[in-house]
């Protein structure tokens, strides 16, 4: 972000945790068909907010879900901050870039 003088702007803690994420709409495996929603995606992994907690004043309930198969990984109660921080983590985790049910087998002989 550039200020109105020219300078770079630091990037609000919510920006920080949100480096690496773009936004973007996300596939998710439903029943019957897969349903669009509007999250983030990273490394083969969306997140997206599925209950607002903000009129409720509670933390949002956040889901993990595999670009490749459109499947929930994990939810994560959380403010938006510490929500990317910790899908940023599950990333780390592996490598999610595989299609497919069956598409980590490929990895392993």
């Not at 459109?70 to 959380?78: E, F, Q």
């Amino acid at each position: 972000m550039i200020r109105s003088d020219g300078k770079k702007a630091l990037a609000s803690p919510i920006e920080e945790k949100m480096l690496g994420w773009q936004p973007s709409t996300i596939l998710l495996a439903s029943r019957g068909r897969p349903r669009s929603h509007k999250g983030f995606e990273s490394k083969g992994l969306g997140l997206v907010a599925l209950v607002d907690g903000k009129e409720l004043k509670l933390e949002t309930l956040w889901g993990v879900f595999h670009l490749g198969t459109g499947h929930l990984i994990c939810t994560i109660r959380a403010h938006q901050a510490e929500a990317f921080e910790i899908a940023t983590e599950i990333t780390t985790l592996g490598d999610w870039n595989f299609d497919g049910l069956e598409g980590w087998k490929n990895y392993f002989s």
